[in-house]
Nanobody
């Protein structure tokens, strides 16, 4: 069973920064960050393949950066210029080459003054 361990969430003021980390127990082809705000559906924020190809949701482009350390099976999400609307539970997702997807337990990000 693949395990994903997330860390780095917390409370930050608008305009601030946070860095999320997610370590997988084994190497995964694609790793992605999702988020879910209260009363809303879970949405993709950013994704990265093992080769470094990335994609972002339009609302975070230019503010968030996804990266990964393949040697440590870890993906990062650097979040800058945070806005109150970024408040959500952030989930790490990892997919293997066969298409099976695994999820982390989620980490709360709250942007508030």
């Amino acid at each position: 069973q693949v395990q994903l361990v997330e860390s780095g969430g917390g409370l930050v003021q608008p305009g601030g920064s946070l860095r999320l980390s997610c370590e997988a127990s084994i190497s995964m082809y694609r790793m992605e960050w999702y988020r879910q705000a209260p009363g809303k559906q879970r949405e993709s924020v950013a994704g990265i393949t093992s080769r470094g190809s990335t994609n972002y949701q339009d609302s975070v482009k230019g503010r968030f950066t996804i990266s990964r350390d393949n040697a440590k099976n870890t993906v990062f999400l650097q979040m800058n210029s945070l806005k109150p609307e970024d408040t959500a539970v952030y989930y790490c997702s990892a997919r293997n080459i066969g298409g099976r997807t695994y999820w982390g337990q989620g980490t709360q990000v709250t942007v508030s003054s």
